[in-house]
């Protein structure tokens, strides 16, 4: 039987994978396949404070919850529509003087559901919670032991006129949330905030070429009474043409490494073997290693030290990004970018890392016209190694056209604008925050472009007005986030 919101899709078994959906219709790119509320959601213990609890928004001001003061909301509308959610946890968190981690308020939101509304199907749902997988049975003795210690906090936590669960039941979503966990990010799609549990994205398989990817949506609840008005949600977006009968599948973890690695990843975090496509035939695992072509050709161990040196140099360079020591990100990407240039070719994905971070560090520090190249060619890479409708691909570009037109480089930084654009038009839909701002600056870096075009004088003039005003934003603090893939679970 159809499900509300879910008539696009079909639940079938995939051969090799267990439960899977697939389309019962055609699809162009950009179409929402379907799109899904969670099943429950909570932010992130650090930013508790600084992130709605409803809608998972970023605010300077944050109104609290009285009771427990723990809790944190946009405004009335955010808090009423929690309270449902919320009540249990309330009354728990001020008994006990104190709120427990991420996992525990996760595993008790997904409970007291289950405790309103039984365990089975919900609204919508192909799958119950009772019913997804927890993956506790491939537990190393590392993973039981932290399930085990997860276990006695939620008894600790949970009051005793709630249901009591059994102790299999606990550890049952404490694993869904371990292996299903998936990672919510702000409404600008900058910064990981929480996490939350959505029953048929779970069931969306793994490719490493996939035909869709899943966005997330903080919804748009101060237009409350008008067209716009949106709940937070995901959405699964189709990436290119999908015909009726397709399995539908997303990529669980960013695409530019070597297929040998991308399995060994995917078989850690998720359990299973990718037999993709491209993990089989080892598509594009040359260009992503690519070795610098012309007379003078590195030799083997040449390329081996350069790429160790470059995986030392990362880990070094992650603790320095960490601890906030930005000169010294700098010059470690230097010195290896200098290393790397004689021997590695354009696509090497260990020239691009370098690339990345140097670019969005010196963008930070405001060196606008040296990230500007480093980022060029960071895109120019990537190019030619992502699907053309990639997320990242299109978050990349959308950095590049920024970084651009703050040095003053509006010919190209509007081309990347526009570029950008064409992809999250698909992977974000026009309505997504990050599409609009990305829109305004295409619109204005066209309007300067052409300003540029007829009289150069007058456009620096428009700039320096234009640098003041601030409609293009300046970068943002470079975040240490390593990606873990969509779903939450920790490497
Ligand atoms: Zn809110
Ligand atoms: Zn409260
Ligand atoms: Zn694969």
């Known amino acids: ?17 267990g439960r899977g959906l697939k389309a019962v219709k055609e699809h162009c790119a950009g179409d929402v396949i379907f799109a899904e ?17 409803t809608c998972f928004k970023r605010h300077e001001k944050l109104h609290r919850c009285g009771h427990c003061k723990f809790a ?27 709120a427990p981690n991420e996992n525990i308020r996760l595993a008790a939101q997904i409970m007291w559901r289950v405790e309103r509304e039984g365990g089975g199907l919900a609204d919508g749902s192909f799958v119950s919670i009772d019913e997804l997988q927890n993956h506790v049975e491939h537990f190393g003795e590392e993973e039981k032991k932290e399930l085990w210690v997860d276990v ?37 799609g900058l910064q990981a905030v929480g996490v939350g549990v959505f029953p048929n994205l779970c069931l969306v398989n793994h490719d490493c070429w996939p035909n869709c990817s899943v966005i997330f949506n903080n919804g748009n609840h ?25 399995e539908l599948t997303v990529s669980y973890i960013d695409f530019l490494n070597v297929s040998e690695d991308r399995q060994q990843q995917l078989k850690k975090q998720y359990y299973f073997d990718c037999t993709c496509q491209h993990c089989q035939q080892r598509i594009k695992d040359d260009l992503m ?13 040449k390329v081996k030290d350069i790429i160790q040196f470059s995986k030392d140099t ?17 010059k470690l990407c230097r010195d290896c970018l200098a290393k790397q240039e004689p021997v590695l070719g354009d696509t090497n994905i260990y020239l691009l890392r370098i690339l990345s971070i140097l670019s969005e560090v010196l963008s930070y520090l ?53 570029k950008a654009y064409a992809i999250l038009l698909v992977t974000h839909g026009p309505t997504h925050p990050i599409t609009k701002d990305l829109e305004a600056m295409r619109v204005q870096s066209e309007m300067e472009l052409r300003m540029f075009q007829q009289n150069e004088f007058m456009y620096y003039k428009m700039r320096e007005a234009a640098l003041q005003n601030q409609k293009i934003q300046v970068m943002p603090e470079p975040t240490n986030e390593v990606s873990h893939g969509i779903f939450q679970k920790k490497e």
Request: proline fraction near 2%.
């Open 289 to 301: 290693l690519a070795v610098k072509e012309g007379a003078e050709k590195p030799s083997q161990d």
């Open 222 to 246: 101060e237009a409350v009474r008008s067209l716009f008005h949106t709940q937070m949600r995901i959405e699964l977006r189709a990436l290119g043409k999908i015909s009726a009968g397709q």
């Open 1 to 17: 039987m159809p499900k509300a919101g879910m008539e696009s899709v079909e639940l079938f078994s995939s051969e090799g994978k």
């Open 314 to 330: 990362l880990e070094k360079i992650d603790k320095a990004r960490s601890d906030g020591i930005y000169h010294e990100v700098v």
């Open 152 to 188: 006695e906090s939620f008894l600790e936590f949970w009051p005793p006129d709630s249901k009591q669960f059994g102790m299999q039941y606990i550890s049952h979503i404490l694993g869904v949330i371990n292996c299903n966990g998936f990672t919510l990010s702000d409404q600008r």
């Open 37 to 53: 509320r969670a099943y429950a959601a909570v932010v992130f213990d650090s930013l508790t404070h600084l992130v709605c609890h």
């Open 366 to 418: 405001q060196l606008f016209n040296e990230a500007a190249g480093y980022s060029k060619r960071m895109v120019d890479g990537y190019m030619k190694l992502y699907h053309n409708n990639n997320a990242q691909l299109g978050m990349a570009l959308m950095r590049t056209g920024v970084t651009h037109w703050h040095a003053g480089l509006i010919e190209v930084g509007h081309e990347m604008l526009c």
């Open 72 to 98: 944190h909301y946009c405004d009335r509308t955010c808090q009423k529509n929690a309270w449902v959610n919320h009540k249990g946890e309330c009354s728990a968190i001020k008994k006990r003087g104190k």
